[in-house]
């Protein structure tokens, strides 16, 4: 039995370095790719992400009062984060990965916090959703989250070593890897006993690979090596270099890694399932 991990990255600290520290999550969850358009400023929102329920746009997270979360508490974030509500009690869609973000421990949500507050504010309106009815009624959500939602912290294996309980924190809930690379189901929920599977209908209709262990569709042949370089560099063992959403996620999330991280992540997927799911475009049939 491996050591019983303690359910944070790292003890909440006060001041300057629960900032740091939050900003290192804010990174490795990649918050700025998502929270800033094309040619946009930093956080305050306005990213498309198509889906097949419609187009759904990125909020404002600067403090600006008016247009961002300048009126929020720390609560305001725990909540929104922990059970997908907003301040005024509305139900969030779940391109918002709360559904992932909820195992986010309390220690860390404190040091997202810290670091947000000192982000620049910017005087940014959010711009509506352009939704398919009935996806663009929040009430849906309510019947949405009964069936597709268990809200909770993460909570570590105790059966399982410290370093694979932190990289499976760091996959599952920080990086909230699965909302990428885990199918769907005909209303958005993701199936979780195809985790990591791959995705024929991804961010924007990408195909998103599997990225369990097995060694014809997934990743089981990679050495450690070679998941090393994916996500610091994003080359394959073919020498190619990946391409769409996972360029993003190297730049702005896992090339910010530490070293002891990383290797917890490659550390966890080892431990994954194998799961024998060749992806192919929805376009061509799948």
């Given at each position: 039995m491996g050591l019983l991990w303690t359910g944070a990255i790292?003890?909440?600290?006060a001041g300057p370095e629960s900032a740091k520290?939050?900003?290192?999550?804010?990174?490795?969850?990649?918050c700025l790719?998502?929270?800033t358009k094309k040619d946009g400023k930093p956080l305050a929102g306005g990213r498309r992400l198509r889906t097949p329920f419609g187009h759904y746009y990125s909020p404002n997270i600067t403090p600006h009062p008016e247009h961002g979360i300048g009126k929020w508490t720390s609560t305001d974030l725990k909540r929104s984060l922990r059970e997908g509500v907003a301040p005024d009690g509305s139900h969030y869609?779940?391109?918002f990965p709360y559904p992932s973000y909820t195992g986010i421990t309390d220690s860390d949500i404190a040091d997202l916090w810290a670091y947000l507050k000192t982000v620049p504010s910017i005087a940014q309106?959010?711009?509506p959703h352009d939704t398919k009815p009935p996806f663009g009624a929040r009430i849906f959500m309510v019947a949405w989250k009964t069936l597709n939602f268990e809200p909770g912290p993460f909570k570590p294996d105790p059966y399982?070593?410290?370093?694979?309980?932190r990289g499976a924190y760091l996959v599952d809930v920080i990086g909230h890897c699965?909302?990428?690379h885990t199918p769907r189901n005909a209303v958005g929920g993701l199936q979780r006993d195809r985790w990591l599977s791959g995705n024929p209908g991804g961010p924007e209709g990408e195909q998103v690979p599997n990225i369990t262990p097995d060694r014809e569709t997934g990743v089981g042949r990679w050495s450690d090596g070679d998941l090393d370089s994916l996500f610091r560099m994003g080359m394959t063992p073919e020498g190619d270099f990946v391409g769409g959403s996972m360029t993003e996620v190297i730049e702005n999330s896992s090339g910010h890694l530490s070293e002891s991280d990383l290797r917890a992540v490659i550390a966890y997927l080892r431990t994954l399932?194998?799961?024998?799911?060749?992806?192919?475009?929805?376009?061509?049939?799948?």
């Open positions: 790292a003890p909440a600290t520290h939050g900003k290192y999550l804010f990174d490795a969850a990649g790719g998502c929270h869609f779940p391109v309106a959010n711009r399982l070593s410290d370093q694979v309980n699965g909302e990428c399932p194998p799961i024998r799911h060749k992806v192919e475009s929805k376009k061509k049939g799948s």
